[in-house]
């Protein structure tokens, strides 16, 4: 994909000039508001646009639809052919844009080739034709084949004995209806881990999180992705206890965050200025105060429904009646990933 890095697609960040270039990771951000999923396509409604697809990531599924001005890309070149025959997107490794408010995606980058990541969970025996099953970032454990055929490698040097791979970082691709392997190769240095957020530090570029087997302290540079509930969002809006699976790389030095999900908390509070107020969606976009940690976080997106409560000055409202500018202190919660307002209080306008 045109804007990643040469590298296999793992979810990290670190540059290797010699992995193939199918999978690579993109380092631009999206504009504020905007949703990003990377996963896997679990399932696609129609072999006709518009079509719906479920997309499925660490931290759950999200249905999108496709339209005809969804952008259909492969590694990063235009492929009019998936937007004629959209089921060819089953089972493969996207990256998807879309907006939160409608679920309509603006752009399917798909990898040209079926693969997948994560630790070696089981091998089947040391040597070839043998199974080898990883946690696979998407879809739970994945049995894959090896034969004689298979181009296997560990740190680049190239494998006889498959108990080299074992509890290893290793990508994977493979043929998705035989599952047999034609590439298995280490990650030297990449690891992903899942866990809970403990705190973050933007000023220090720091986030620690609490896991299995204890907490761990990561670098997250300005390239770092991170999203909240497929949102594009900053380190500062990163709050304790939330959920997170993070891709990130060992050489030298304490450990560097390359992709960052976090999933947002039941109950979380939003409070800032409205900058946008949709009628049609039933969304409203709010720029949080600044975080505690000095930066400036990215605006979120919410949705109001029949059920959420919004007040205006001491009186009942309607979403009707909230200006741009007012500040507003918002009760979210999630229902099928999309964020939910069920509380909306908010004051005159400031602006």
């Known amino acids: ?46 072999n006709q646009l518009p079509t719906t697809v479920t997309i499925n990531a660490d931290l759950g599924s999200v249905v999108l639809t496709l339209t005809s001005d969804t952008a259909f890309l492969l590694d990063g070149a235009a492929a009019p052919s998936l937007a004629d025959n959209p089921s060819q997107l089953a089972g493969r490794f996207v990256d998807v844009r879309f907006d939160p408010a409608t679920n309509i995606a603006s752009s399917v980058d798909v990898d040209a080739k079926f693969q997948d990541s994560g630790a070696v969970l089981a091998i089947s025996r ?14 739970g454990p994945l049995t894959i084949q090896v034969t004689a ?12 004995d498959l108990n080299a791979l074992r509890n290893e970082m290793v990508w994977v691709a493979y043929d998705p209806t035989t599952l047999v392997a034609s590439q298995v190769m280490t990650l030297p240095g990449d690891l992903r881990l899942r866990g809970r957020v403990v705190a973050a530090d933007p000023d220090q570029f720091q986030l620690t999180v609490s896991t299995a087997s204890g907490e761990v302290a990561l670098i997250v540079q300005p390239f770092t992705i991170i999203t909240v ?31 960052i999900r976090a999933r947002a908390l039941e109950g979380t509070s939003v409070s800032g200025s409205v900058s946008k107020v949709s009628l049609t969606s039933q969304t409203l976009t709010i720029a949080p105060s600044a975080s505690p940690g000095g930066g400036k976080p990215k605006s979120r997106l919410l ?23 007012t500040h507003v202190d918002a009760q979210v919660t999630l229902r099928n990933g999309i964020p939910i307002v069920r509380t909306l209080v908010a004051g005159r306008a400031r602006w």
Request: proline share 6%; no cysteine.
């Open 126 to 139: 040391p040597v070839v034709p043998a199974s080898v099953t990883i946690d696979s970032a998407f879809a």
């Open 303 to 325: 949705r109001v429904n029949a059920g959420t409560r919004i007040w205006l000055n001491g009186r009942r409202a309607t979403l009707g009646r909230i200006a741009r500018g």
């Open 149 to 160: 055929a298979t181009d296997v490698t560990a740190d680049f040097e190239e494998v006889t």
């Open 1 to 46: 994909m045109s804007t990643r890095y040469s590298r296999p697609w793992t979810g990290l960040l670190i540059v290797v000039a010699l992995l193939p270039a199918a999978g690579r990771v993109t380092t631009a951000r999206a504009d504020g508001g905007s949703g990003r999923i990377l996963g896997v396509v679990a399932a696609v409604a129609q």
């Open 229 to 259: 509930d497929f949102q594009d969002a900053e380190l500062g809006e990163l709050l304790p206890n939330q959920e997170v699976v993070i891709d990130y790389g060992e050489d030298e030095g304490p450990p560097e965050a390359g992709i």
